[in-house]
């Protein structure tokens, strides 16, 4: 079955460090791949995607993540954090064959920025 | 920008009670879906919609949850019957179609007491 997994479940970093938050995912075929954030009482909102192509994408918000099929992982990174990236991040991952049919989200990292 | 809008933003009932959740999906988007997230666990996918029938579900959607699309703007997730472990944040998501991104609303927290 598929899944995603979040190693991490609390990360912390100072204002202005880099980040890198891990993914791997768990699929038969090439995924489609996802990057959410949810800040405290909010949604999701989509940072990033991968459906094929370019392995790096760019994201909103100064995010970037990387398909690496030989290590199964899809992870986010940022070079330089911000306070306001506080928040819980969410990797997901949908099914190919069967189009947009259902999101399968990872347990989700929380981020927490030092000033 | 559209978004998707959900109402209300959290709902206290009764165990027992029937509750309603409300959505409006982006009026463009013929792809609806609803997912919940238990408090400190993952987000959980529950049904996804399109044509005015069910075209998944998951097993956590049983004969105690229904959704419809009463009128050409709104998705509703009705829960029959709520018990204590139905409390969640449910998110409704609406997508234009099958292969791109679903966009979520903010959610509604449902508290059963």
């Known amino acids: 079955a598929q899944s995603v997994t979040q190693p991490d479940i609390h990360i912390t970093v100072s204002e202005g460090a880099s980040l890198e938050l891990r993914c791997n995912y768990s699929?038969?075929?090439?995924?489609?791949l996802f990057w959410y954030v949810q800040s405290p009482g909010q949604g999701l909102q989509l940072l990033l995607k991968?459906?094929?192509?370019?392995?790096l994408v760019q994201g909103i918000k100064g995010f970037e993540a990387e398909f690496k099929r030989s290590q199964s992982s899809f992870n986010l990174r940022k070079p330089s954090v911000h306070w306001s990236d506080a928040a819980e991040y969410f990797c997901a991952v949908v099914l190919l064959s069967g189009g947009y049919n259902k999101l399968i989200f990872g347990a989700g990292t929380r981020l927490a920025v030092h000033p | 920008e559209p978004e998707v809008t959900q109402t209300p933003s959290h709902q206290v009932t009764q165990m027992g009670q029937e509750v309603i959740l409300r959505c409006v999906p982006i009026?463009?988007?013929?792809?609806f879906y609803w997912y919940r997230q238990i408090l400190g666990q993952k987000v959980e996918f529950l049904v996804s919609f399109y044509n005015n029938e069910i075209s998944e579900k998951s097993e956590i959607f049983d004969d105690q949850f229904s959704v419809e699309r009463p009128d050409g703007s709104n998705f509703t997730l009705k829960i029959r019957s709520t018990k204590l472990e139905d409390s969640a944040m449910y998110f409704c998501a609406s997508g234009e179609n099958k292969v791109t991104e679903a966009f979520f609303g903010q959610g509604t927290r449902l508290t059963v007491v």
């Open positions: 991968y459906f094929s192509g370019d392995t």
């Open positions: 699929y038969g075929a090439t995924p489609y």
């Open positions: 009026s463009n988007h013929l792809y």
